[in-house]
Structure formats: structure tokens, C-alpha cells
């Protein structure tokens, strides 16, 4: 008789490899142009990702998180479960820059706007 | 003597010319060989990504990413340890993306637009279509990996990676231990823990 636990472990790669079978076209065909993309990256040699923009990001970083501290309303000391600095940095740092493409993000921009108008007004 | 010389320059120019073709048929062989590796393993990479961040776009993602990183910065290390490094390099990536959801949680909750986390997460929408198949037999396939995808995700990280390197990938304890980057009996707890776990979750009578 086979072991439960050796048993339990076939039938779930068993389950795990047919998802992977069942994968649509339009999905495959990503991951194909994918490592076509990482193919093409490992031919150009000495390229640093994101190099050009890292300078940016940290001025960007920086005034993020001056813009917050210096618009919060006189007589905050502290917070309910503060967004720390490091918080914006992770979120800012190099490789996060593409959310700075999200509308999402802008608008949070200005709800910081409109709460700390709100606030001090 | 003006000969000698011109013999002597025709001879290093041709050595050179031997040795860049040679290094060009070494990149191209590389590049043969990367190209069948990620093609190999590119798939089961997805699900892997797909069940831990609970939607396709983001694994897809991650993905191409580890891809990228793998082939920028260790296309030249020996074939064998790519597949550790690789899931090693992607395991870095949903581990970051985890924490950045958080962060980007904490963010909008502190600006009042919280959001519910991932359970908006369809898994059945998701879930790949099984060919070949009567209806019935489709469905209850479809509904064991479901239940798999929902257990395995619910786990502690380092469970679940034990778990789906092993498993899933087939990694051998040492790859395992490379790719999670922690000692081969830290591997086999978090394995056994795993398995542990979804037999309890799931039961006897799960597939």
C-alpha cells in the first residue's frame, strides 16, 4: 500500500501539471515574448536597469515624503499606523517607478492635497 | 622584412577573427541553451507565481522579470545551477511584491481608501480549462486544484515555497534550499509542515 503522504504529493502535481497544460494561448504567448525580452537583454551587455532613472526617484522619494511631513495639520504628533519613510522609499524605490504610472497613485496625490487643506481649512 | 611584418599582422588579425567567431558561437549556444531552459520551465514558473499573488497579470510579471534578471546576470554560470537561482531570484520578486502590497495598503488605508486585499481574486476564472475531458470529469478536476490553489496559498510563506519547489517544480532538497536561500533541514520542516498542513485542510476524500 502506498504511503498517504507520498500519495497526497503525486496527486497534487498530478493536479498541478495539468493546470499548467491547460494554460490559454493568449498567456503563453506573453511568457514566449517574455523570454524573447530576456533574451534580447542578455545581448546587450553592461546595461544597468532603471540606472537612468535612480537619481530621480530618490529626488522624487525625498520631496514625497518633505510634501507629507510638512502638510500634516500643527499639533499632530502621531498617527494611528504612520506611513514611515521607508514605506514611500519601497514604494518609489527604482523598480517601483512604473506605479508612478498609475492613475491610482495620482489621485492619492491629491487626496493628500484635499485632507490636509481640509484639515488646516 | 616589410612582408614579414604584413604576414605577421595577417596572422594576428586571423587569430583574432577565429577567436570572435568563437566567442560568438559560445554566446549563441549560451543564448540555444538559456532559450530552452526558461521555455522549459516558464510555465509551471506562472503557476507558481499565479497561486502565491492570486492573479495572472501580476505573475506574469514577476516572471518576465526573474527571466530578465536571470539572463542579465547569470547567463554565464554553469546550466545546472539555474533553476535554483531562478526560482531563487522569482521567490525574491513575490516576497517584494507581497511587502509592497502591504505598504501599498497601509497607504490608502491611512488616505481612507483601504482596499479588501486579494480575496477578490476569482480563482475559478483563473483556473486553466482541463482538454479533454467529460464535463464531470473537467469539474471535479477543476474543483480539486481550486481547493489545492486556495490551501497552498493560504500557507506560511516559506511553507508554501518549500512546498510548490518541491512539489511543483521538482526541485531536489538541496535546489530547494538554494532557491529559498535557507539550510536543506529548514527545507524539509517547512516541507513536512506543508504537507502536513493540506492533508489536514484538505482530507482524506480530496480529489
Known sequence: MKDPGKQFEEQAKELFDESVEGLDAATLSRLNQGRHKALEEMRRPGVVPWGRWAPAAGVLAVAVVAAIVMRLPAGVDAIDDPVTASDFEMLLEAESLEMLEDLEFYSLLDAVDAETNGHVG | ?207
Open chain 2, 1 to 207: 622584412m616589410e612582408s614579414c611584418r604584413m604576414n605577421a599582422s595577417a596572422g594576428v588579425f586571423a587569430v583574432s577573427c577565429t577567436r570572435e567567431q568563437s566567442t560568438g558561437a559560445m554566446a549563441l549556444q549560451r543564448e540555444q541553451q538559456l532559450n530552452r531552459f526558461l521555455a522549459e520551465v516558464e510555465r509551471r514558473a506562472l503557476r507558481i507565481a499565479e497561486i502565491s499573488v492570486r492573479n495572472r497579470d501580476e505573475a506574469l510579471d514577476l516572471v518576465q522579470d526573474a527571466m530578465i534578471k536571470l539572463a542579465r546576470n547569470y547567463a554565464e554560470r554553469p546550466e545546472g545551477e539555474w533553476a535554483p537561482l531562478f526560482y531563487r531570484i522569482l521567490q525574491n520578486g513575490v516576497r517584494d511584491w507581497h511587502r509592497r502590497q502591504k505598504v501599498r495598503n497601509r497607504v490608502m488605508v491611512w488616505f481612507g481608501r483601504g482596499t479588501t486585499d486579494d480575496d477578490d481574486y476569482d480563482v475559478a476564472a483563473n483556473a486553466p480549462d482541463p482538454a479533454g475531458r467529460t464535463p464531470e470529469a473537467e469539474l471535479q478536476t477543476s474543483e480539486a486544484m481550486q481547493r489545492l490553489e486556495v490551501s497552498v496559498h493560504e500557507l506560511p510563506n516559506r511553507q508554501r515555497e518549500a512546498f510548490m519547489l518541491r512539489t511543483f517544480e521538482g526541485l531536489d532538497v538541496a535546489g530547494t534550499a538554494a532557491a529559498m536561500g535557507c539550510s536543506e533541514g529548514s527545507v524539509k520542516t517547512h516541507y513536512s509542515r506543508a504537507v502536513h498542513t493540506l492533508r489536514d485542510k484538505l482530507g482524506d476524500h480530496w480529489q
